[in-house]
């Protein structure tokens, strides 16, 4: 079946760091890759997407490119800033009357 | 912009009680769907609908249930609240081809 695996956090980094969250994928067909972001106290939202391979997926620094050959989405982002302490979400979608499948998610503390 | 609303965001209840969780959005989208966060932050699909008078079981089982009336509208019912039922709870919707969106949540404690 289809499924995510992300990594297990906490991840804890200083301000200005490099982040990477690895996130791998099983599953049949093409499907969307998602990263979304919870914010504490808050619902998820949408961070970025890929909806085919190779594309690459970019919002507020954060990026992610879908690579088919290795089944992976890992997002990335150069510089961390206290800001983005949240959990983030990885995510994947067949499309049409397929639900979403997340991963676990992965908590992330950015230390000033 | 999403606007999906949740209310109330945070409730205390004692056990026994029937309690009902709102969700709204005004965007339109057919799909709406509710999930169970738990401590350890992983999502569980509850309940899902793909339109008015259509109502799925999600993933997790779940003593809840849920009614679509109204497109706009996708309230979820818990006759009988126990401590296990503790938890936050997120609503989301989308349109029949496109992103979820998320509500910010109801966080429930039943004593």
């Known amino acids: 079946g289809n499924s995510v695996t992300q990594m297990e956090g906490p991840v804890t980094l200083s301000e200005e760091a490099f982040l990477t969250i690895n996130c791998t994928y099983t599953?049949?067909?093409?499907?969307?890759l998602f990263w979304y972001v919870q914010y504490p106290g808050e619902g998820l939202q949408l961070l970025l997407k890929?909806?085919?391979?190779?594309d690459k997926g970019s919002n507020k620094g954060f990026e992610a490119t879908y690579r088919k050959e290795t089944t992976s989405f890992h997002l990335e982002k150069g510089s961390v800033q206290v800001s983005d302490s949240a959990v983030y979400f990885c995510?994947?979608?067949?499309?049409?009357?397929?639900?979403?499948?997340f991963g676990k998610g992965t908590r992330l503390h950015i230390l000033p | 912009e999403a606007d999906i609303y949740q209310t109330p965001r945070y409730l205390v209840i004692g056990t026994g009680k029937k309690i009902t969780l709102e969700c709204s959005q005004t965007?339109?989208?057919?799909?709406m769907y509710w999930y169970q966060q738990d401590p350890g932050m992983e999502l569980h699909l509850i309940h899902y609908?793909?339109?008015?008078?259509?109502?799925e079981k999600g993933d997790l089982s779940s003593e809840s249930t849920v009614s679509r009336i109204r497109t706009e509208h996708f309230p979820l019912t818990l006759e009988s609240a126990r401590p296990s039922h503790t938890s936050q709870y997120l609503c989301?919707?989308?349109?029949?081809?496109?992103?979820?969106?998320f509500g910010p949540g109801t966080r429930l404690l039943v004593l």
């Open positions: 989301a919707s989308s349109p029949l081809v496109g992103d979820q969106y």
């Open positions: 599953a049949t067909g093409y499907p969307s």
């Open positions: 890929a909806t085919k391979a190779d």
């Open positions: 995510a994947l979608s067949r499309g049409g009357d397929d639900k979403i499948i």
């Open positions: 965007m339109g989208h057919d799909k």
């Open positions: 609908s793909y339109g008015v008078n259509s109502t």
